[in-house]
């Protein structure tokens, strides 16, 4: 039987089908299974755009007719204008023999790849007349609606305390079983269409897609992989023909996603507006998927930033607070423009999270990435372009409790102290240090150093200038005021932190000049 899904919203962020259990508790799972059980699901997954809803209904039964259907989403776009159902079978054979049964039409205006986005077109005018009853079928709706300020401040207003008003905050805007699900489908569309000449070609998605820190509407950071594992047959006497390459050398990286730029653009359905960025540091091809609606950001070159977002993950995983205070710390810094959709100098929403973790070290709720690395055993080296070290320990369940203290502040006390902590911290002489788990002397002179954990030579955020740096302390100083004077802004608690800020302000303000003022009568009765 098949499971109709809408929205799910109150689901552990990546755990279905993988957790029977799911609470703040539920079974570890280690990030390679996480990706590999994503992957596959993908793999499994047709996306099918329908005329509207009523259409669901015949789509399920004409699609069962080839295969198995597990799970059938149905959703609209955010501008209701296209809909899809996303339709997850119990076997790839069953993609491939819906492939198989598809068509093209009008061949002489079109390349005819073979993808798994297709329209479904109903020939049987009989079927498509039948009325689709809600109440028969278990068919749910959803909109691809992103929450917006006011939607968000409804919800926490009914709620009293600031800590259960993170957790929703959290709750409501995290990515969602189906977000994740279309991301993965993205990375394997684009992935599948090049198998024909690299079989063993690997389009990984990372960032805040897998690590759990991303938002419903996140961006989609992809890294593409010739060979998923680079493992030699030691043992085969026949050696393919091959031409040269080599990820270190930047021109011929330019060339080849200029290449894979061009056949994306020209023959992949469903992908527009591609902008290639080829000589940043880290080349990228940014580009929209218009039927699953997510901007996307695909490099070559970036595999250390890849076991960057498992570290992530499992300081995500290891305490249940590291992420609803991410979320808080993300969304208060868009809202006072620390954080800002474009690069520029400014910090951004991953050195953010950095500044988070780094705090929970602080407090040792979470370790430094040493002690991770001290642990390590032989199945979790990994060593990336040969020179830059990212070996530590996967397994969280094996991380020595002793090390660790058991600190129950609720989190509402650690968002006010992690604005005191960094509204005083002495950012002039001193870097983070995810990897020692205590500040360090910097290294070099910039506003702000946050060692990157895993290619220690860097700053991660090299880019912010010095009035960011202030305007971020400047800012973490009006929150921290704002959260002690809550009965003063009728204890709207993270609305007024948040979505009131400048309203917040101005009472602050306000009441610095009367402050002055009773000093001038003081001063005159002296
Ligand atoms: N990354 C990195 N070093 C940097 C910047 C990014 O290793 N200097 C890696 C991190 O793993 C990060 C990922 O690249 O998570 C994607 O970067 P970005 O899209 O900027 O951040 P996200 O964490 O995905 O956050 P957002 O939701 O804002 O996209
Ligand atoms: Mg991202």
Not at 219 to 239: A, G, R
Not at 316 to 334: C, H, N, S, Y
Not at 510 to 526: G, L, R
Request: charged share 25%; aromatic share 12%.
């Amino acid at each position: 039987m098949a499971i109709f899904h809408k929205y799910l919203y109150n689901i552990n962020f990546l755990h279905t089908d993988l957790t029977t259990k799911e609470t703040k508790e539920s079974k570890y799972i280690m990030y390679d299974d996480l990706i590999e059980h994503r992957r596959l699901q993908a793999q499994r997954s047709v996306l099918i755009e329908i005329q509207s809803y009523r259409s669901c209904n015949d789509v399920h039964k004409y699609c069962s007719r080839y295969g198995k259907i597990k799970n059938i989403f149905y959703y609209s776009n955010s501008r209701l204008l296209r809909h899809f159902a996303f339709i997850e079978f119990e076997h790839q054979e069953h993609i491939d023999k819906i492939l198989s049964i598809s068509t093209h039409i009008n061949y002489e205006q079109i390349i005819p790849v073979h993808s798994s986005n297709l329209w479904y077109r109903n020939l049987n005018k009989s079927i498509n007349n039948t009325i689709f009853k809600e109440s028969k079928t278990q068919f749910c709706k959803y909109t691809c609606k992103i929450l917006q300020d006011g939607d968000i401040i409804k919800i926490l207003k009914d709620i009293s305390t600031i800590s259960e008003q993170i957790l929703s905050l959290y709750e409501a805007t995290k990515l969602n079983d189906i977000g994740v699900r279309l991301r993965f489908y993205t990375a394997y569309q684009i992935e599948r269409s090049f198998h024909g000449l690299f079989p063993n070609i690997a389009i990984l998605p990372f960032g805040s897609t897998v690590n759990g820190f991303g938002k419903q509407n996140c961006d989609l950071d992809l890294s593409l992989h010739f060979e998923k594992e680079k493992i030699e047959k030691m043992n085969s006497n026949l050696v393919f023909h091959t031409k040269y390459f080599s990820i270190t050398d930047k021109h011929r990286v330019q060339n080849v996603m200029e290449i894979i730029a061009g056949i994306m653009n020209i023959c992949i359905p469903g992908i527009f507006n591609i902008r290639k960025i080829l000589q940043a540091r880290v080349p990228i091809i940014k580009f929209d998927h218009k039927l699953t609606e997510i901007e996307c950001d695909l490099s070559m070159t970036n595999t250390s930033a890849y076991y960057m977002s498992e570290l992530l993950y499992m300081y995500g995983e290891m305490d249940w607070r590291v992420r609803p205070l991410i979320f808080t710390i993300k969304a208060w810094a868009k809202n006072c423009s620390l954080t800002k959709d474009t690069a520029g100098p400014w910090i951004t929403n991953f050195s953010l999270s950095l500044l988070v973790l780094f705090f929970f070290q602080q407090l040792k709720i979470l370790p430094p990435l040493d002690l991770l690395q001290s642990c390590a055993n032989t199945n979790d080296i990994r060593l990336v372009d040969s020179h830059i070290d990212c070996t530590f320990l996967r397994d969280i369940t094996k991380i020595p409790q002793y090390t660790l203290e058991t600190k129950e502040e609720s989190l509402e006390k650690l968002l006010l102290n992690f604005f005191n902590y960094y509204s005083t911290f002495d950012f002039e002489t001193k870097a983070i240090s995810l990897r020692k788990g205590k500040p360090i002397l910097k290294p070099e002179q910039c506003a702000l150093y946050i060692c990157n954990p895993l290619e220690i030579n860097l700053n991660v955020s090299k880019n912010v200038k010095i009035e960011e740096k202030h305007r971020i302390q400047y800012e973490m100083r009006n929150a921290v005021w704002t959260m002690e004077n809550q009965s003063k802004l009728k204890n709207l608690g993270l609305i007024n932190l948040i979505f009131n800020r400048k309203e917040a302000v101005t009472v602050k303000f306000k009441e610095s000049i009367n402050i002055k003022k009773i000093f001038e009568t003081d001063n005159s009765i002296v």
